[in-house]
């Protein structure tokens, strides 16, 4: 993984909302947007710009199944992130 990379993954996680989001993606495996706002006192569109920090960092993969989108957690990207963090 290159120091860009990297970056974007530090900058995703640089907000509460979205390492609380990865904490309930992990927990639950995988889940719709819709479930995540539900979750979470913000609106669908804040909850959903997170989401595609998330998904640009690499960190939350999307798959879309008619008309929703599933997410879920790279344990690859965190288990890279995590090594790297090691190494320091």
Request: hydrophobic share 40%; with cysteine; charged share 20%.
């Given at each position: 993984?290159?120091?860009?990379?990297?970056?974007?993954?530090?900058?995703?996680?640089?907000?509460?909302?979205?390492?609380?989001i990865i904490?309930?993606?992990?927990?639950?495996?995988?889940?719709?947007?819709?479930?995540?706002?539900?979750?979470?006192?913000?609106?669908?569109?804040?909850?959903?710009?997170?989401?595609?920090?998330?998904?640009?960092?690499?960190?939350?993969?999307?798959?879309?199944?008619?008309p929703k989108?599933?997410?879920?957690?790279?344990?690859?990207?965190?288990?890279?992130?995590k090594q790297?963090?090691?190494?320091?």
């Amino acid at each position: 993984m290159d120091i860009e990379q990297l970056a974007k993954i530090f900058k995703a996680l640089g907000h509460p909302t979205r390492i609380k989001i990865i904490e309930h993606l992990i927990n639950i495996n995988t889940c719709v947007c819709g479930e995540i706002v539900d979750i979470f006192p913000y609106s669908q569109s804040t909850i959903s710009q997170h989401l595609k920090l998330l998904k640009e960092s690499g960190i939350v993969c999307g798959e879309v199944e008619g008309p929703k989108t599933y997410f879920c957690v790279d344990k690859t990207v965190l288990n890279t992130l995590k090594q790297y963090i090691e190494t320091l």
